[in-house]
Each structure stands twice: as C-alpha cells, then as structure tokens.
C-alpha cells in the first residue's frame, strides 16, 4: 500500500455532510487517500487493520444498491465492525424517531453511522445531536457526497489535472442531488460544469453553484470531454414536469447517432441506477466510452477513504481529551 502520512493529514472534520463543507484541499486529500486504498482492494487479502474495534452502522431508510454495498465492504476492508440496522424491522415501523433511533445506536457505543434518507437536511439534524460520526449517503435532493467524491476520483485517475475540462451533465437535475455534490465538487477542482435538462427540472439555484445552463443537449454534446447522465427520478417528482418518457428520450437519451457527433474521447459517466433505453443504451453503458462499472470500484476505494479520515479526526479528538484529562484541564 503507498503510504499514508498521517502527520500530514490535514482533514480535520467530524463528519461527512455534504460537499459544501469540503474545500478543494479536502477533496484532494481523500483523493490521495483513495488511491492508496485502490491498491489495497486489488489484493489478494484486501483487508488494512485501520478501524479495528470500531463499528460503522450502516442506517438506509431509503433503498441502496451501490452505495450501501460498498460502505458495507469499505467498513469491512478496514477490519470495523459493521452493522446494517434493517429499518424494515425495526422500531421505526413503530412510529420511533430517527433522532431516537440514532441515539440508541451510539448509546451501544457506535463510531460512525452511515446515513441515507428520503428528507433533505436529515443527515444534519443527527449529527447536531451526536459525538459520534454521520456520514451522509444521500439525503432526498440534497446532497450526495460520497458520489461526488468517487465521480471526481475516476476523473482525476482517468485524466490527471481537471482544471477546465468541460463537463455536461444531463438529464433530472432537479431532483438530483448528484447533481448538486457533483457541481460543487468540480467547480472547486476547477471544471466547467454545464447543466442540461427540461426546464422544468432544472431549476435556475444551480447557476448560483457556477454552473451554466442549457435545455439544448444536442447543442451541447460536441464541446464536453465528460457527459455525466442522470435518470428521471420518479420517487421525486410530480406529475407533469416533461410530457412523457418519449419525449425526455428523443430530446435528452443518449444514443449512438448522438455519440457519433461527440468528440472521439468522450467520456460517459452515470451514477446509477441506469434506466437502459432511457438515458442511454446498453450499447453506450457497456461500450469503450463509460466508465460506469469504473465508478463503482472507486466507490469502494473512496469509501474506505473517507472511513479511514473521519477516524482519523476521532483519534486527533480522543488523543487531546486523553491530554487535557492527564492535564487537569
Ligand atoms: N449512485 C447511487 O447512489 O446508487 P444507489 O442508490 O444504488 O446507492
């Protein structure tokens, strides 16, 4: 494993809330970090002692195919204790809150609780009650963190400095919050990042954030070096935004006599889940352009990365309560 300089670590937060905490030095902190993790998870024994008698609780209250998995195994590869709370059956089916809920998982002495959830904001409401870690792992349209940080992560392995590189992202920028981690983070690595939807769900806040804006996807496809697709997200909206899936496919879907007229090394990126057909398809998804399946491998990577610095600043924390205990302070 390329060596971590814990000395020099300078990330210093108690929680992962959202991109718009971070500053550009965080983001290419867990970048390095990753990519010291992206040899451990090549391994033939792909497990680092780092969080040994810790426990990550792994709280989805919404459903998870990518990002509960790889925390599931990110918190594994670090040799933490890992608990997957199954809302499902659980006392939430009672009418428990989630603040209770996350105060009787620290109370059984828990270090991080991984958290994703319907309601914007709701990752941030449990950390401003507890002295454990939260992570958030995607809060309604809000934000999505840990996505943004892998997203930038395969950019910057696949081509280096992203200074100025021209990003589309396309799709249901409304009710992303993909969408607005991913803004963030590449308008503080420095890429210009053009957004591009129906108007109706791409709301103008999104300029305010650096981004330009455009409803005109074919226009838009020659320049971009990176277009990142995004699926219409049912479970957000209401009726009526875009008058069918005809018509998002004929003015926004991806296909190859678009890709035909991007430049050559086009790269296509999607969060997943992938709606096939839709935003792209399968022809484009498993073709030489995505770096789809890619994402998700960092995802690991970046997950034990952000595991691995959040820890860290509990230890910073612990080492100086233990001094000014010893101290009498
Ligand atoms: N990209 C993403 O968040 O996927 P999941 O909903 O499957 O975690």
């Given at each position: 494993m390329t060596?971590?300089?814990?000395?020099?670590?300078?990330?210093?937060?108690?929680?992962?809330?959202?991109?718009?905490?971070?500053?550009?030095?965080?983001?290419?902190?867990v970048?390095?970090?990753?990519?010291?993790?992206?040899?451990?998870?090549?391994?033939?024994?792909?497990?680092?002692?780092?969080?040994?008698?810790?426990?990550?609780?792994?709280?989805?209250?919404?459903?998870s195919?990518?990002?509960?998995?790889?925390?599931?195994?990110?918190?594994?590869?670090?040799?933490a204790?890992?608990?997957?709370?199954?809302?499902?059956?659980?006392?939430?089916k009672?009418?428990?809150?989630?603040?209770?809920?996350?105060?009787?998982i620290?109370?059984?002495?828990?270090?991080?609780?991984?958290?994703?959830?319907?309601?914007?904001?709701?990752?941030?409401?449990?950390?401003?009650?507890?002295s454990c870690?939260?992570?958030?792992?995607?809060?309604?349209?809000?934000?999505?963190?840990?996505?943004?940080?892998?997203d930038?992560?395969?950019?910057?392995?696949?081509?280096?400095?992203?200074?100025?590189?021209?990003?589309?992202i396309?799709?249901d920028?409304?009710?992303?919050r993909?969408?607005?981690?991913?803004?963030?983070?590449?308008?503080?690595?420095?890429?210009?990042v053009?957004?591009?939807?129906?108007?109706?769900?791409?709301?103008?806040?999104?300029?305010?954030?650096?981004?330009?804006?455009?409803?005109?996807?074919?226009?838009?496809?020659?320049?971009?070096?990176?277009?990142?697709?995004?699926?219409i997200?049912?479970e957000?909206?209401?009726?009526?935004l875009?008058?069918?899936?005809?018509?998002?496919?004929?003015?926004y879907?991806?296909?190859?006599?678009?890709?035909?007229r991007?430049?050559?090394?086009?790269?296509?990126?999607?969060p997943?889940?992938?709606?096939?057909?839709?935003?792209?398809?399968?022809?484009?998804?498993?073709?030489?352009?995505?770096?789809?399946?890619?994402?998700v491998?960092?995802?690991?990577?970046?997950?034990?990365?952000?595991?691995?610095?959040?820890?860290?600043?509990?230890?910073?924390?612990?080492?100086?309560?233990?001094?000014?205990?010893?101290?009498?302070?």
């Amino acid at each position: 494993m390329t060596m971590l300089q814990k000395e020099k670590l300078q990330w210093s937060h108690q929680h992962l809330l959202g991109i718009r905490e971070l500053t550009e030095i965080d983001i290419r902190e867990v970048h390095s970090t990753a990519f010291a993790f992206k040899e451990v998870i090549r391994r033939r024994i792909k497990k680092v002692p780092a969080l040994r008698g810790r426990t990550v609780v792994n709280l989805f209250v919404e459903p998870s195919t990518r990002t509960r998995v790889s925390f599931e195994l990110a918190a594994q590869r670090m040799s933490a204790d890992v608990l997957n709370f199954d809302v499902s059956a659980s006392s939430f089916k009672k009418g428990e809150s989630l603040l209770d809920t996350v105060l009787n998982i620290q109370a059984l002495q828990s270090d991080i609780i991984v958290l994703r959830h319907p309601d914007a904001g709701a990752a941030h409401l449990i950390a401003n009650h507890l002295s454990c870690s939260v992570i958030n792992a995607g809060d309604g349209a809000h934000e999505h963190p840990t996505q943004a940080l892998l997203d930038t992560f395969t950019l910057v392995e696949k081509l280096g400095d992203i200074t100025g590189l021209p990003v589309l992202i396309s799709g249901d920028i409304a009710h992303s919050r993909v969408a607005r981690s991913l803004v963030l983070a590449l308008r503080l690595l420095g890429a210009e990042v053009t957004l591009c939807g129906p108007a109706t769900l791409l709301p103008q806040e999104f300029v305010q954030l650096g981004a330009s804006v455009t409803h005109d996807f074919d226009g838009a496809l020659p320049q971009a070096r990176v277009i990142y697709l995004l699926r219409i997200q049912h479970e957000r909206q209401q009726s009526g935004l875009f008058p069918g899936i005809g018509e998002f496919i004929s003015l926004y879907g991806m296909n190859e006599e678009r890709l035909s007229r991007c430049r050559p090394d086009v790269i296509i990126m999607h969060p997943g889940p992938i709606n096939r057909g839709v935003e792209l398809p399968s022809s484009i998804a498993d073709g030489p352009h995505s770096l789809i399946l890619e994402q998700v491998t960092n995802g690991l990577a970046v997950r034990m990365a952000v595991l691995y610095l959040l820890n860290h600043a509990r230890l910073k924390t612990e080492r100086c309560s233990r001094a000014s205990a010893r101290s009498g302070a």
